[in-house]
């Protein structure tokens, strides 16, 4: 054989069937390097935009660049499509969608992180609600740096991936090397809220951090007495020089039903709101 | 800023002698029947936002833990000559209480104040589907909150 199995990374359809038939690895090679040619030479692209690299997406499709040349075309569903190009902030509320559309992608797929929020964060990092770079919940091919990245930039990063698939295709492809600092990272698994395997200290610590300022979680343990809440407000805030007290108002001129409604308790206001 | 004189004569009857740029602030029990009066009579039918800010316990000035609601409505011009007239108010909400919704009187409110509700924690009393509307679904807290620190734990990797 051309290639040995074992040392194989990539799906190879049409491996099983040629496998078995005595004297075709010439026809082997020869399959092998079409299938490599053609699907590198028609990734279409899903493209996840959901901030301003989706314009630079935009102008990488439109006529100046024209990435349809190179045989790349913009689908909207996810099962016609072979590269997803995330393109944008991803949140903490649109991970989950994310990473269905890209299990709803059909093999073989590939991912390109297109700009620095989809590749770390970026300055959007350390926010609450944005998760800091999409490779911690799913696999990503190519990055593209930038902020945002040219037009270009992103057609290099299509034809980096091309030599990627001719690589993995042919059976030359290399894994890199995870660098010493990052080999030991890994994206925690925690259950989501609600589910009887998180442990009940994850909620405890956050709940407690969010209240009060600079108190670290550790100092929680199980069984230990409730939060303390923020004291209940003992009266009412006071009131600029502009607001008068109800008693000492102007006297009520016209629309006695407006002033009827306006004695209300807010309590029965809003009931019939 | 200069208002009509339909504007003046309708805050007059609730009390208010000035109204400053940022707008008035009225009483909470007072608002529904403002809200009313305002589109009903004075034709303020758009409703532009409704923005909340939560203010933490001053010890030194006394104020309890609170929120700023601030609404803010527009009346478009009519055929007759009507200029656009925008009228914005305000009202404190203390922490532990509710304010009135405004979602009965103008449907632009409804997610206005499903917004606020999920970021600052405003309650509004009457409001017909009170969700969070930003955050995930799960999500403890309400992440604008003075007391939201910056490092609260977060677990993205869902």
């Known amino acids: ?273 | 800023m200069a208002h009509p004189e339909d504007v003046i004569a309708l805050c007059r009857r609730f009390g208010i002698e000035e109204i400053p740029d940022e707008g008035p602030v009225v009483e909470r029990r007072d608002v529904l029947a403002l809200a009313r009066a305002l589109k009903e009579e004075l034709g303020f039918l758009f409703f532009v936002y409704c923005a909340a800010t939560h203010y933490p316990a001053d010890e030194k000035a006394g104020l309890p833990d609170r929120t700023l609601v601030a609404y803010r409505v527009r009346r478009l011009p009519s055929s007759n000559g009507r200029p656009t007239e925008t009228f914005p108010f305000q009202l404190w909400v203390p922490t532990g209480e509710s304010t009135p919704s405004l979602a009965g009187i103008w449907a632009g409110a409804d997610w206005q104040e499903r917004e606020q509700f999920d970021l600052v924690g405003t309650v509004f009393e009457g409001h017909p589907d009170l969700r969070r509307l930003m955050m995930p679904e799960d999500w403890p807290g309400h992440p604008l909150r003075r007391e939201y620190a910056i490092e609260t734990q977060h677990y993205p990797w869902r």
Not at chain 1, 40 to 60: K, V
Not at chain 1, 79 to 104: E, H, N
Not at chain 1, 179 to 204: F, H, T, W, Y
């Open chain 1, 1 to 273: 054989m051309a290639v040995k199995r074992e040392e194989e990374t990539f799906e190879r359809p049409a491996f099983d069937v040629f496998e078995r038939m005595p004297g075709l690895d010439v026809g082997l090679t020869t399959a092998e390097k079409l299938l490599s040619w053609g699907a590198r030479n028609s990734l279409w692209l899903f493209p996840m935009a959901t901030s301003c690299c989706g314009i630079e997406f935009m102008a990488t499709a439109a006529s100046r660049f024209d990435v349809d040349r190179i045989g790349s075309i913009a689908r909207g569903t996810p099962r016609q499509c072979d590269v997803m190009v995330i393109a944008g902030t991803i949140t903490v509320k649109m991970a989950p969608r994310v990473k269905r559309l890209w299990d709803q992608m059909p093999e073989p797929k590939w991912a390109i992180a297109m700009g620095s929020c989809a590749i770390s964060g970026d300055f959007y990092r350390d926010i609450y609600s944005v998760v800091p770079g999409v490779d911690t919940f799913m696999p990503i091919d190519v990055y593209v740096p930038g902020c945002p990245p040219n037009p270009d930039h992103l057609l290099m990063g299509i034809r980096r991936l091309q030599e990627k698939i001719r690589a993995k295709m042919e059976g030359k492809w290399v894994a890199p090397e995870p660098r010493p600092d990052i080999a030991g990272l890994r994206a925690p698994s925690i259950p989501r809220v609600g589910d009887p395997d998180r442990p009940p200290e994850l909620d405890q610590a956050q709940l407690l951090a969010s209240m009060s300022l600079g108190l670290g979680g550790e100092e929680r343990r199980a069984g230990a007495p409730p939060l303390p809440r923020p004291p209940a407000p003992t009266g009412q805030p006071a009131a600029p020089a502009t607001m008068k007290q109800p008693d000492e108002r102007a006297p009520q001129t016209g629309a006695s039903g407006s002033s009827d409604g306006a004695k209300k308790g807010s309590s029965e206001g809003g009931a019939d709101a």
